[in-house]
């Protein structure tokens, strides 16, 4: 938050032309976002490409500013971090345990469409007025869900305040599910999922997933598919929103411009045990799913591709795990930004490709490896060996004389311009409420980050990095690589599917036959 540490303006704009076509800005967790294909899945002839990025300076001190706590009657626990400097007041509410990894058995899509109906409707506000009214006094409202809880975000000016609580209190606690207005976002989300379904990059990410988690919920898209949103009605939205939303299991947030008394206050006024009174929640945790024994490799036969999709993965750690930290800056080295290891390599050096990079997603249960890039068919083999083969040869946990000083530099550098706003602020205390972190996890981020050593590095890849054990999807026109990737990995385990035969929910991932 501003003149809460001493990083000068001049640093963040080194800093943000350092991260310009890295997705780093959304969170320093979040996944890097992966260049637009022209159609070639190659860089053309004649395009020089830049060896290597400008050395991150170093991390300036900085101090996560402190947040007061205080649990409500029905269990509600808030947390206030005060800065009368900020010129915005957000006020962020998670619901743990009402994510998509909750979704009812075989019918996923249910809590991102109960979270985003939050905002369609009350039983005295119609979607429209509830649009006008944040619209009028210039402020942001947002819902929905991610896999481990609903959130709600509201950002106003200070004066706008208890108008942000009284909508937020309504959305949360009266609303509608209309019917009509349930109908239209289930078409939206079939129209959608039918683009989705038809983009190989879609099919690969997901089919990944599914396969790394197996049966597990993690391995099934928070959107749905189309065979549960098909099936889905109102009823499984308000039956989800019953036993899920519960004050007992709600973390609440403020940040900016509010004293920790009024904050309190307003907290207690609108959704408090007289708004919401508590009650009883159980929510079985889903099995941890068992990880990936040997090579699997998938195709997906897309006949008309004139590219291939290529993702590399396996179960990773959850987010409270200690070596999430040590583990992040591993993969920064490997394929956390532009100038990691896995994209010098294949779109560099080789010119394979405009983006490749790899990820560590942690969530509150489980979590996973996954490694993607894309290129042109007969480069097919190519690229994904070279993937694998990098990926066993960051297992022997080598370092070159400047990767681990630019990982530890680049990731406690961003932390500051990553926790810079109101929101930020809150999605960062929250985060530490709701995965069981360290008290002091942003207090000591940097320390943490910055002191991870060459060793440590070496046992996280020796750890995290086995190349034995591993999913490979490969989606394109696989009669053109099909046996010579089969001659690549001769241990390997081999599956076929037809693109337009996905099916997410079967448990041989087939469409019956109709």
Not at 389 to 410: H, T, V, W
Not at 414 to 437: D, G, H, K, M, N
Not at 462 to 483: A, Q
């Amino acid at each position: 938050m501003r003149n809460h540490h001493n990083l000068s303006r001049r640093t963040i704009g080194v800093f943000l032309l350092c991260t310009l076509w890295l997705a780093a800005c959304s969170g320093p967790e979040a996944p890097p976002t992966e260049a637009p294909s022209t159609g070639s899945g190659i860089v053309p002839q004649g395009i020089s490409l830049a060896s290597k990025m400008p050395p991150a300076a170093s991390a300036k001190p900085f101090s996560f500013p402190k947040a007061a706590a205080k649990a409500l009657d029905n269990g509600l626990q808030v947390f206030v971090v005060s800065d009368p400097e900020q010129p915005l007041v957000t006020a962020r509410l998670v619901i743990a345990g009402a994510g998509s990894v909750n979704d009812p058995r075989g019918l996923p899509g249910v809590a991102n469409m109960t979270a985003d109906l939050l905002t369609q409707g009350t039983a005295s506000r119609s979607a429209q007025q509830i649009a006008e009214a944040i619209d009028f006094v210039g402020g942001v409202l947002s819902a929905g869900a991610d896999n481990d809880g609903a959130f709600i975000t509201l950002s106003v000016v200070k004066k706008d305040f208890p108008l942000a609580m009284d909508l937020l209190s309504d959305i949360l606690l009266h609303p509608a599910f209309n019917g009509e207005e349930v109908e239209r976002r289930r078409q939206q989300a079939l129209s959608n999922l039918e683009v989705q379904y038809s983009d190989p990059d879609y099919v690969a990410t997901v089919l990944l997933e599914r396969l790394v988690y197996g049966q597990h919920p993690y391995g099934l898209p928070g959107s749905g598919t189309p065979d549960s949103i098909r099936k889905l009605g109102r009823g499984d939205l308000v039956s989800f929103w019953e036993s899920r939303f519960v004050p007992g299991r709600a973390l609440l947030a403020f940040a900016g411009d509010v004293t920790p008394e009024n904050a309190y206050a307003a907290a207690n006024q609108y959704l408090g045990k007289t708004a919401w009174p508590a009650r009883p929640s159980r929510i079985d945790a889903p099995p941890v799913p068992e990880p990936t024994r040997g090579m699997r490799i998938v195709f997906v036969d897309k006949p008309d591709a004139n590219q291939s999709q290529i993702r590399v993965g396996r179960l990773g750690i959850p987010r409270n795990n200690p070596d999430y930290l040590p583990l992040y800056v591993t993969n920064r080295i490997f394929g956390g930004g532009f100038n990691s290891r896995l994209s010098t390599e294949v779109r560099q050096k080789k010119g394979l490709t405009y983006g490749a990079y790899s990820n560590f997603n942690s969530y509150l249960l489980a979590g996973n490896f996954s490694a993607s890039t894309f290129t042109r068919t007969e480069a097919t083999v190519e690229a994904a060996k070279l993937m694998v083969d990098l990926i066993a040869g960051m297992s022997s946990g080598e370092l070159g004389p400047s990767e681990l000083d630019f990982a530890r530099d680049y990731i406690a550098g961003v932390f500051p311009i990553q926790s810079e706003t109101s929101e930020q602020v809150a999605s960062r205390v929250l985060a530490v409420a709701q995965y069981q972190l360290p008290a002091d996890y942003n207090d000591t981020y940097q320390q943490k980050v910055l002191a991870v050593s060459p060793a440590k590095v070496r046992e996280m890849a020796g750890r995290y990095f086995d190349s034995s054990n591993l999913v490979v999807v490969l989606v394109g026109n696989v009669k053109e690589f099909r046996d010579s990737i089969r001659k690549e990995f001769p241990k390997a385990g081999f599956e076929d599917l037809a693109f337009g035969n996905v099916n997410l929910l079967a448990p041989d991932l087939r469409s019956p036959a109709k």
